[in-house]
């Protein structure tokens, strides 16, 4: 039996989105292996908006996409640095019972920049003593049956909620704190967790900003 090819991307559910994020895999030869499409594990994502013009319910939307599609989505993380989300909202978008919800996703409450590594490492630590192994899936994009390791995303809703406090502006002024602080990395914490986040749960990771 032929080995399955290794997948290491998740859809988002938004074709054209996919397809940007994607990638087309090729021999030396230049035949096309497979198609990738969406978010490639171990990497990180940034979708920025206005409030309240529906990040956090797309970000759901692309969660409910993947566990229909059969994708060994095993844990998201939901960094709820302003209040925004409860468990019955997040039922009532995933359209799934309450039981698998908040067995799914670990919502966590705060801006507490710290509770972001120590969440991880405790839950990467977990993983990786279980030591996983690969699912076969069906790529929605070309049919093809592939293996897949089970994966997790982490999402933090929102970073500007974060940095709020360190300006002395209001959590909804995304504008003003943008003015005070215009580049992710000069804060030297989050520089830290950019840096470092990829590497949790052996790489098979997804984070979402």
């Given at each position: 039996?032929?080995?399955?090819?290794?997948?290491?991307?998740?859809?988002?559910?938004?074709?054209?989105?996919?397809?940007?994020?994607?990638?087309?895999?090729?021999?030396l030869?230049?035949?096309?292996?497979?198609?990738?499409?969406?978010?490639?594990?171990?990497?990180?994502?940034?979708?920025?908006?206005?409030?309240?013009?529906?990040?956090?319910?797309?970000?759901?939307?692309?969660?409910?996409?993947?566990?229909?599609?059969?994708?060994?989505?095993?844990?998201?993380?939901?960094?709820?640095?302003?209040?925004?989300?409860?468990?019955?909202?997040?039922?009532?978008?995933?359209?799934?019972?309450?039981?698998?919800?908040?067995?799914?996703?670990?919502?966590?409450?705060?801006?507490?920049?710290?509770?972001?590594?120590?969440?991880?490492?405790?839950?990467?630590?977990?993983?990786?003593?279980?030591?996983p192994?690969?699912?076969?899936?069906?790529?929605?994009?070309?049919?093809?049956?592939?293996?897949?390791?089970?994966?997790?995303?982490?999402?933090?809703?929102?970073?500007?909620?974060?940095?709020?406090?360190?300006?002395?502006?209001?959590a909804?002024?995304?504008?003003?704190?943008?003015?005070?602080?215009?580049?992710?990395?000069?804060?030297?914490?989050?520089?830290?967790?950019?840096?470092?986040?990829?590497?949790?749960?052996?790489?098979?990771?997804?984070?979402?900003?």
């Amino acid at each position: 039996m032929a080995k399955l090819f290794t997948n290491t991307s998740v859809p988002t559910g938004f074709y054209f989105y996919d397809i940007l994020c994607g990638r087309n895999i090729r021999d030396l030869k230049g035949n096309l292996i497979t198609a990738e499409r969406g978010f490639s594990l171990s990497k990180q994502y940034s979708i920025a908006a206005a409030q309240g013009t529906g990040k956090s319910t797309a970000i759901i939307q692309m969660l409910q996409g993947q566990l229909d599609a059969g994708y060994p989505l095993e844990k998201v993380f939901i960094f709820d640095t302003d209040n925004s989300q409860d468990y019955y909202r997040l039922q009532y978008l995933l359209e799934r019972p309450i039981e698998f919800v908040t067995e799914k996703i670990q919502l966590i409450e705060g801006n507490v920049l710290e509770d972001i590594p120590r969440t991880l490492k405790k839950a990467s630590d977990e993983y990786k003593a279980r030591k996983p192994k690969p699912v076969e899936i069906t790529n929605i994009y070309t049919g093809e049956k592939q293996s897949m390791m089970p994966y997790h995303i982490v999402v933090v809703d929102t970073y500007t909620a974060l940095k709020c406090e360190d300006y002395d502006v209001n959590a909804s002024d995304a504008l003003a704190v943008a003015q005070n602080q215009s580049h992710l990395q000069k804060n030297l914490k989050m520089d830290n967790i950019i840096n470092s986040i990829e590497n949790y749960f052996d790489g098979n990771i997804v984070v979402i900003w």
